[in-house]
Every structure is written in C-alpha cells, then in structure tokens.
C-alpha cells in the first residue's frame, strides 16, 4: 500500500490528510482525519460527454456507515444501511453547496464525489466531508477552481468566547453554531443554527471562520503543489460567429426590456428565451440545407441556451449597478407586499397559517400529539433519540406553475423543510412548559423566491394560531447580490430572475431580538465579508418589517390549544414505582389505557409520566395512577371494600395498588365486643375506614369504629354476651 500523509492543526486537534492507492480507480481520492473521525473522499469524472443536457452534470452522495459508530444498525430484519437518512442528505448538500459554484459551468462530463464516513467520534463530519472533497477534487486532474475549506465556530454560551470546530455536545446546548466554507478570504456557504444571537456576533463568527479558512487553505496549498495532478483541459468552446451575429442584431435590444419589464416573474423572459430557441432552430436549418457549413450542425440546444442565459445575468447585474434598476421596478431594500392569516382554514385543523410574500404563497398547518408521537432517530450519529419538534416541506409542481411527479421527498425538499425548522427551533418551548409533540407541514402554493423562508412566517403564525407558547415569533427573508466591474449591490426580497441569475441567495431568519438561522448559497466564487456584514443589517430590517405584519394579525398565541387537539397531562412517580405503574407483562398500564380510553401513557427513566387523551380520559388515568403509587398514612379515611373475611377480622381494600389493602380487625369494628365478624361484614361491602397505623413492614391496619362511629347502630350491633374467654380473638401474625 502506498501512502503519503500530510499534517496541521485545527483548533488544536490535528487534522491529518492520508493520500493512498485504496481506491486508486477514482481520479482523486483523500482519507481525512481530524481527532477520531474519519471520512473517504473521492471524486470522479466520466470520460464520455453529455451532450444531451443543458446543465453541468454533478452529483455528491454522503454515505454513512454504522460501522464508523461502532454499532450494527438497521432493524431486527435487515442489519444494513437503507436509504439515506435526513442527516445523511443534509451532509450532502452541504459539500454540493460549497463545491459546485467552482466548477465551470460548461462542463458536460459527469463528475461524482462520495463522501464515506469511516469513523466517527465526537468531532462533526460535515466540515471533515468539505475539507476532504477538496483535497480529493484539488489534487485530482478534474477542472475545479477550489481549493475550499470548511470550519464551524461555535459559541457555548451568549456573548462567550468562540469555540472551534466544536463537539456535538457543546453545539447540543450552544447559543451559535455556525458552519463556514470559503476560499481567499471570501465566504461560499453558510449554515448557522443559534439562539436569537445578534448580528455583530454572527458578523464575528464569520470573520474568525475565514482566519480558520486561511490556515486550512495554505496547507492544502501546499499539498496540492507537492503531489496535485496536471488539469484537463477546460476551455470554454468558442460559440459560432453566427450564433453570436444572431443575439447581436436580433436579440441584444431586446434582453433589457425583458428583464426590467417592471413585472415579478421570469415570464418575459421566458418567451424571450422561446424566440432565441426557435431562430436558433431556423438559422441551423437555413445554414445547413444545401450547404457545406457545419458550424451550427452539432450545435446542440444545451449550448445556445447557456448563451443566452449568460447575456440575461450579465444584463441584470449590469443593470442593477449601472442603471440602478430591479426587475420589478422595487427599491433595492423594498419588500413586495405581505400577507399573514393565523387559522381560518377549519376547525378541525390543530392551528394553521397562511403568508404571502409578493407571489410566494405558503401555507403550514400545525398538529399536536403526545410524546409517543415523537420521531425515533436512529443514524449513524444518534440512536433512537425522540425528535419532538418537526418540520416538513412540499413543494409541488403547480407551484411554479409546471407539471411533475408528486410524491416522495427530494433533496431539495428535505433542505428547505430542516432549514425552517432550525429557524424555529430556538423558540419552540420545552417539554417541561409544552409536553406535546409538534409537528408542521409547510405547503408551498406559489413560488417566486424563497419558500423556505416564508415556510417560517407561515409556520410561526400556524404556531401561535394553534396556542403553542413559542417565545417569540420568526420571521425569514432572502437577501441578494448584483455585482459588476468590481462594483456590488446588496438587495432584499430577491424573486424570480434575482433568484436564478443573482449572485447570492442568503436566507436570514430570526425574532426581533436576534437571529436563530442563516443559509448561504451562492454562484460566485465567494462573497466578501463586508457584503455579508450589509446583507445582515438589511435582513434585520426587513425581519422587523414582517414581524410587524404577522403580530398585527396575531400578536401573541391564542390562550388555549384546539378542543381537537389531545390533552397531555403530566405527573411524576419515583423511579422505583415505574414496575408497579407497567406491571408485569405491561398489563397494569395496559388495563388503564383499556379502562379509561387514553392514547398514550409514556413514562420516561426519572418518573416523569405524560398522558395523552381526549374527553376527560387523561384525567382518569392520571387518578388512576396517583391512586396506584399512593404512599398512605396514618389518620387519612377511605372508602374500601371487603375482600376477604377471617376469623380475627376483614382484609379491607383501599385502592388499586397490590399494597392497598388493610385488616380491619375485629375490635376495630364497633366499641363494644362482637363474636363474629360475618355478623357486621360480608364480602363486596363498602365500608368507610381510618388508617389506624401502618407497621415497620409496611402493613396497613385499619378501623371503621374511628372513621364511622355509627356503623354499628346502622348494622344494628349489640354487644356480645359470652362471660368466657377473652373479649376478642388475639390478632394472629400477618405472613
């Protein structure tokens, strides 16, 4: 085996880059190791073109490993990975997301790279799988403008010193969790997960990334430069002069007026494009028939299209930075108009939210179930962890006005809803406060820019609607970028053409006291910090703006949950009472749910008991249980029933538990002798009793004389008459 390593420090745990011959098959490959965890990166590229697409063909799978745990996985059925787990798509994207912008666009050979977790311990492998693929792609002989580096910063506590490259428990309980990806002092991808954290501190967080981003980079640098590959040949093809001569007398007037037509949307572009199609089409056939020319003949549809998409970004850029102008006509800080509805859609939904932001309409309807509702995680990073905060995302083809297959969740679809969800994570109120279990689903009915975002505004206001107490509402917006000859233009609410064609897409959302969620997606090589640090303030001032219209419809959460959502009642036993509350076999908790008609009863580890039900059932189960763990004392008054008579007295019963029972000896009948106690008692006889005492092995002795004294009158009871013997029978020991 062959292998040259590599060495540096990352937030003092070394990260150590292992270039072998194990998969030498792949045009680059790395095994990177920082502290204990491990990854494999491997990239490569097909040699046969695509020509039948329009699109540069990349792909990134992020496989993890149960092994890399140190577990087996999967059900009792199938002891192997299935398919990729949320965690697992999410990791992917990220390592797309920071990658992709660096290729050039042109390519049509199709490039793969996998990312395989080897070995994971407490360090995260998402920075570790970015770091890796670029040394993969950057040592390799694919075309790629990187090298890229990735570093989290983290902040445990508010206003605390910056951690790097934290471990999942210091993130678990942080207030910032940032995630970082840049190259030359720029920034390329983002996720931040925090806690309502201002944006000066968010701002800092960036800039001590890129510190961390330098370092990185000048080693890889040098690995590259030691043992990089020569780089295939990149080179743009040069377009036919009259495909050029075409867009210049035909077309070159038209692209402003398309793209400023004053109205949201990409439709004047789009029959813009139509037109560039068909007189592409008709000057390929003019110039073919009867002619020798074969300039247009391999033409294909992929590359007049990339063209012609070209000249609208360097059109709407242009624009913006020297006509000072946006597609719709708004200011560069002006939000299209708002919508917000809380509920209304019917009574049998939990609570339900409606946002418009310009053309982007979401609707989100909430659900609340019981802790048994909760999600199980089982992946190679968390194993049956109880998720009890979720959020899902639909994005169905109507929405952007086309048709499609629906159903089934994409990779797209599963990164909006969890970015949403992050968003509102900060507020959801604990189980102590909220014992339920939330679920959301985000449905997006229109798209014009960013539905993730207004999956937020919708889903605070299906919060509130519903009577979640969240601790402040969320609001979400999408800044942008225009650059041009080295001149830039930072820009709120980005829509149609502005989403596609602009230089970035930086998702900000937060409460008015802070930011709990960021994502940054970009098709530059990187954004400055400076850019950044403007595009932080403007979505502060845009939040505020669409807090205003959402608590102007609902300005805190209604008071009471829905009647149709389940009552959750809380209760706490000792934790050597969960046995006698389960009961062998589970049938003590199971004849509660029977008799009472409850959903659930779950008792967690320290006692803590949550039941859920509807119509008053909770409560009964509760007293059920209550009655089942009760600890007794002396003096306190029951009515019991008479389970067993004996000749020294009657073993009374109290309550449910296999403890509650107690003898009422025969003195404790009545003040006076009597002979028999079948002469007071019978079986199935409700009897009012005093605890009389309860001795050192925790046996109850009852009396009914001192909890009722006229239940001998009402039995009609005399005194006996026997002039012999004792009184009364000796109490014999109670086995």
């Known amino acids: 085996m062959q292998s040259k390593t590599f060495e540096t420090t990352v937030g003092g745990k070394k990260l150590i880059a292992e270039f072998t011959d194990l998969a030498e098959q792949a045009n680059g490959s790395v095994i990177l190791r920082y502290g204990n965890t491990a990854v494999l990166a491997t990239a490569v590229i097909s040699a046969k073109t695509r020509d039948d697409i329009d699109y540069f063909p990349l792909t990134v799978d992020y496989e993890e490993r149960f092994y890399a745990a140190g577990t087996i996985g999967g059900s009792r059925f199938m002891r192997r990975e299935g398919r990729p787990s949320d965690a697992a798509i999410l990791s992917g994207r990220i390592v797309d997301r920071t990658i992709r912008p660096l290729f050039p666009q042109h390519i049509r050979n199709e490039v793969q790279v996998v ?45 605390g010193a910056f951690v790097i490259n934290p471990t999942y428990i210091q993130r678990e309980s942080g207030a910032l969790d940032i995630l970082a990806c840049g190259k030359d002092g720029t920034i390329n991808m983002i996720e931040v997960g925090a806690q309502e954290a201002g944006e000066e501190t968010v701002a800092k967080g960036f800039a001590q990334a890129v510190e961390e981003h330098n370092k990185i980079l000048a080693w890889q640098k040098q690995i590259i430069k030691e043992i990089g590959k020569i780089k295939r040949d990149s080179a743009k093809p040069e377009l036919p002069a009259a495909l050029v001569a075409l867009y210049d007398t035909e077309f070159a007037n038209k692209i402003n007026s398309a793209v400023f037509c004053g109205v949201a949307g990409k439709d004047a572009i789009h029959a813009l494009q139509d037109a560039w199609k068909a007189a592409v089409e008709s000057l390929r056939s003019d110039l073919n028939s009867g002619s020798s020319r074969s300039d247009l003949k391999d033409l294909n549809h992929g590359i007049a299209k990339r063209f012609f998409e070209d000249k609208v970004d360097e059109e709407i850029h242009r624009g913006a930075i020297e006509d000072n102008k946006r597609a719709d006509n708004r200011g560069f800080e002006e939000l299209r108009p708002l919508f917000a509805k809380a509920g209304g859609v019917s009574p049998i939904l939990h609570g339900s939210g409606i946002f418009y932001r310009g053309g982007t309409h979401v609707f989100t309807a909430l659900t609340l179930g019981g802790p048994g509702d ?154 400055p910090l400076d850019v950044l640090t403007e595009a932080l303030a403007g979505a502060k001032v845009a939040r505020e703006q669409i807090l205003g219209v959402i608590e102007k419809e609902i300005a805190k959460p209604r008071a009471h949950i829905s009647p149709r959502a389940p009552e959750i009642l809380t209760m706490r036993v000792k934790p050597d009472q969960i046995g006698l509350v389960i009961g062998g076999g589970g049938k003590t908790i199971n004849g509660i ?52 008579l004996m000749d020294f007295g009657a073993f009374v019963r109290i309550g449910p538990g296999k403890d509650a029972e107690g003898l009422v000896h025969v003195s404790e009948v009545a003040p006076f002798r009597i002979d028999k106690i079948s002469a007071a008692l019978g079986v199935g006889d409700k009897v009012r009793v005093m605890i009389k005492e309860i001795d050192e092995k925790g046996r109850i002795n009852l009396s009914i004389k001192a909890a009722d004294p006229e239940f001998a009158a009402r039995k009609g009871l005399t005194p006996s008459t026997n002039p012999n013997g004792p009184s009364h029978s000796p109490r014999p020991p109670r086995q």
Request: glycine share 12%; net charge negative; proline share 4%.
């Open 593 to 644: 749910r029977d008799i009472t008609g409850v959903t659930d009863i779950t008792i967690e580890d320290d006692g803590s008991v949550f039941i859920t039900g509807k119509g008053g059932s909770a409560s009964k189960a509760k007293e059920m249980i209550e009655a089942l763990v009760k600890e007794y004392k002396p003096g306190e008054i029951y009515e019991g029933e008479v389970t067993r």
């Open 115 to 159: 990312i395989t977790v080897l070995a994971l311990d407490e360090e995260d492998p998402d920075q570790v799988a970015v770091n890796a693929a670029s040394l993969a792609l950057a040592t390799s002989d694919i075309p790629w403008g990187g090298p890229v580096a990735a570093v989290r910063i983290g902040q445990v506590e508010a206003g």
């Open 374 to 527: 909760s999600q199980i995680v089982d992946t190679m990073e968390e194993h049956d962890v109880k998720k009890r905060f979720m959020h899902h995302y639909n994005f169905p083809p109507y929405s952007a006005g086309e048709t499609g297959r629906m159903g089934g969740i994409n990779r797209r679809a599963t990164g909006h809803g969890a970015l949403a969800e992050k968003a509102l994570q900060a507020v959801i109120p604990s189980a102590e406060v909220f014992p339920y279990t939330i679920r959301l689903v985000s449905e997006c009915f229109a798209s014009n820019g960013s539905t993730s975002m207004g999956s937020a505004c919708a889903s605070t206001l299906a919060l509130m609607d519903g009577g979640v107490p969240i601790k402040a509402p969320v609001a979400g917006i999408a800044m942008g970028v225009m650059t041009h000859n080295g001149v830039h233009k930072v820009i709120t609410d980005i829509q149609g053409p502005e989403d596609e064609y602009g230089g970035m897409d930086f998702k900000v959302a937060g409460t008015k006291n802070g930011v709990t969620a960021i994502q940054l997606d970009i098709k530059l090589d990187g954004i």
